[in-house]
Structure formats: C-alpha cells, structure tokens
C-alpha cells in the first residue's frame, strides 16, 4: 500500500488548510487511517485517526475543535481540515495505516504499517 500526502503549505495563524492522503489501495474496510506530524527537534505525534469501517474520528486534545478528518470510501482518501492554526502546528504531517486492531493502539504510530511521504505546514504568526 503506498500512501500520497499533499496540501501542505504555508498559512498565516488562524487561516485553514486541508490535507489530503491517497492510499493506492484498499485491501479491507477494517482499517485505521491516521496522521501523525513532526515538529524540528520534537517527537513524532499523534495528531487524528479514523476507523475506516465505523468513520469513527478520534484527536488529539490540542487539535479537537479545530481540526477535522474524514474519508471518501470511492477515492481512498482521507483529508484533515484544519483550521484556526497555530504556530505550534507547524511540522510535517504524515498519514499512515494499519489493520484496525482496536482502540488502545490508535493513537501509537508504531502500530502503523505503512507511511506517506510527509507534507510540510509552516504556519506564521
């Protein structure tokens, strides 16, 4: 499974952008869908993650409210829209998928199979 981030960029704090990620198949409707993001010198995060077959949506506490994902089953895409940014959303952004192997190891991205490539957000205050 290859996965295709795009729709990163550079906004001013409190404007919006919507990422997007491709997955180039999808082998089972038992999937979890998640972005993650790296910011200079910090550790990876969780930031949201969808459960492919239930479009249940879970986040990060600093993003909910803000941010949004969801899925389009015929294009096997997710996006993240997000908005009200801040400078401390600045990082790259990954998005990446595993089998749905229950809630507990949602938000760990060592859990998680296969990676897009990153796209970058740099948001200026």
């Known amino acids: 499974v290859q996965l295709q981030a795009s729709g990163g960029g550079l906004v001013q704090a409190g404007g919006s952008l919507r990422l997007s990620c491709a997955a180039s198949?999808?082998?089972?409707?038992?999937?979890?869908m998640g972005w993650f993001r790296q910011a200079p010198g910090k550790e990876r995060e969780f930031v949201a993650a969808?459960?492919?077959?239930?479009?249940?949506?879970y986040y990060t506490d600093s993003v909910k409210g803000r941010f949004t994902m969801s899925r389009d089953n015929a294009k096997n895409t997710v996006y993240l829209q997000m908005n009200s940014l801040k400078s401390e959303d600045t990082a790259v952004y990954y998005c990446?998928?595993?089998?749905?192997?229950?809630?507990?190891?949602?938000?760990?991205?060592?859990?998680?199979?296969?990676w897009g490539q990153g796209t970058q957000l740099t948001v200026s205050s």
């Open positions: 990446a998928s595993r089998l749905d192997r229950g809630l507990p190891t949602i938000r760990d991205g060592n859990r998680y199979d296969y």
């Open positions: 969808i459960r492919w077959s239930s479009g249940h949506t």
């Open positions: 198949e999808r082998r089972s409707r038992n999937i979890v």
